[in-house]
Nanobody, 121 residues
């Protein structure tokens, strides 16, 4: 099983920056994709950003040009740099790792416990 541990959450004022880290218990090059999701009160968990093993990235429209996902394979860590934070970014942020197999076909998602990001006005 892949264990994921997030860190870096906290309280920040609107317009500020924060960097989240996700440390994996396995070499992340073995994972097909990693990403960050968030869940705000009363809302479903949503994808914030993802990065594949081929280094392609994807971002939610709401965070494009503000957030950047990256990884350090040597440290088995994925980062989410969050700039120009807005109150609506307030949520619990979860690290996700995806393992995909083609023969046979299956997908397994692993999740961290989450780290709280609070953006004040």
């Amino acid at each position: 099983q892949v264990q994921l541990v997030e860190s870096g959450g906290g309280l920040v004022q609107a317009g500020g920056s924060l960097r989240l880290s996700c440390a994996a218990s396995v070499s992340i090059f073995r994972l097909n994709a990693m990403g960050w999701y968030r869940q705000a009160p009363g809302k479903q968990r949503e994808l914030v950003a993802s990065i594949t093993s081929g280094d392609s990235t994807n971002y939610a429209d709401s965070v494009k040009d503000r957030f950047t996902i990256s990884r350090d394979n040597a440290k088995n860590t994925v980062y989410l740099q969050m700039n120009s934070l807005k109150p609506e970014d307030t949520a619990v942020y979860y690290c996700n790792a995806r393992v995909r197999n083609s023969q046979p076909v299956y997908v397994i998602d692993y999740w961290g416990k989450g780290t709280l990001v609070t953006v004040s006005s």
